[in-house]
């Protein structure tokens, strides 16, 4: 079965709604002609003006949206309701308050289940990091703190690394000190895309940003720079 996540550090229909690329490569990657895509915006309180804008981007395109909302949950089967999707988009947002509500409602192991079974999962900022054993995250106003995430994908993450200058020294700062594991760092709109856990792509909606992976080596952390394929070539 090959397994798919696809986690970008920011971008798509709610960051740049005028460059389709990082959400048109998300929809190629499945094997359907017309893919159904769900969108969870979790991490948002599930805002009807995210869902809005994910239905504007996504009704032009050959695919089925849809949503869950776990604020406004019209879903009774919720597993059933996942299992029936090709590809789950997760939108930004407060991680913490997001996966606290997944574990309530078992989403976590849904989730877990579906990616198992050859649904695609993809998302960016809380939707990036979620996937992996750690995030960056601003869940608690003011701070940045490391965060246990699902674990999917081994190591850590984290978004908007060109766009919100201080997680650059906070990020590089608890890999060092060992506070958070060796990962990745995404400038907004770089998407990294494992297959089977194993990183096979890194793409970009804009031509100019990166990726990097930081690594503690010999009590001296080490920054490899990855540059992604610009979906616009």
């Known amino acids: 079965m090959k397994k798919q996540i696809i986690a970008f550090g920011g971008g798509g229909f709610s960051m740049e709604p005028e ?64 299992l029936k999707q090709d590809i789950v988009y997760v939108g930004g947002g407060n991680t913490r308050n997001m996966l606290v509500l997944w574990k309530e409602w078992n989403l976590d192991k849904i989730l877990f289940n579906a990616y198992e079974k050859g649904t695609i999962l993809t998302g960016l900022s809380a939707g990036a990091i979620c996937w992996f054993e750690q995030g960056l995250t601003d869940s608690v106003p003011g701070q940045l703190n490391a965060l246990n995430c699902l674990g999917f994908l081994k190591g850590s993450n984290c978004p908007h690394f060109d766009g919100e200058a201080e997680r650059q020294e906070s990020f590089k700062s608890k890999i060092l000190s060992g506070e958070m594991k060796a990962g990745y760092a995404c400038d907004d709109g770089v998407g990294l895309h494992f297959i089977n856990e194993e990183l096979v792509k890194v793409v970009s909606s804009r031509s100019k940003a990166k990726a990097r992976f930081f690594s503690v080596k010999n009590n001296l952390l080490a920054e490899e720079i990855i540059n992604p394929f610009f979906l616009g070539e």
């Open 19 to 82: 460059n389709p690329l990082i959400d048109d490569y998300i929809l190629v990657q499945s094997d359907k002609a017309k893919p159904n895509i769900c969108f969870i915006g979790t991490a948002s309180g599930d805002a009807e003006s995210y869902s809005d804008r994910f239905y504007k981007c996504f009704n032009t395109k050959s695919c089925n949206p849809t949503h869950l909302s776990l604020f406004k949950g019209k879903t009774a089967d919720i597993e059933s309701f996942i």
